[in-house]
């Protein structure tokens, strides 16, 4: 199992920017996909951004432009920086990992965009 512990998040007004980070028990290297997903009340996680270890980066379309995925393999580190926060963007976001069919996720942080 991919071990996985996330830290930032918070509260921001509108237009603000946060950044969230997740830490991997594994070297990240070698976790192929890398990835963050939020969950709204009453609402499945949806996909928010992937990064491979083969250097691909996908959004959802919501967060293109917006939203930023990295990678750090020296602190074992994957990173989602988002800015020109909207309301919308409100939910708890989670890490998620998977390495060789194991599959690992983050204990979820808030994020709340409010004015």
């Known amino acids: 199992q991919v071990q996985l512990v996330e830290s930032g998040g918070g509260s921001v007004q509108p237009g603000g920017s946060l950044q969230l980070s997740c830490t991997a028990s594994?070297?990240?290297?070698?976790?192929?996909?890398m990835s963050w997903y939020r969950q709204t009340p009453g609402n499945q996680r949806e996909l928010v951004a992937q990064s491979t270890n083969g250097g691909s980066r996908n959004y959802a379309r919501p967060f293109e432009g917006r939203f930023t995925i990295s990678r750090d393999n020296t602190r074992n580190t994957v990173s989602l920086q988002m800015n020109r926060l909207t309301p919308d963007v409100t939910a708890v976001y989670y890490c998620?990992?998977?390495?060789?069919?194991?599959?690992?996720w983050g204990q979820g942080n808030q994020i709340t965009v409010s004015s």
């Open positions: 998620y990992g998977l390495k060789g069919g194991r599959t690992g």
């Open positions: 594994k070297r990240i290297s070698t976790i192929s996909t």
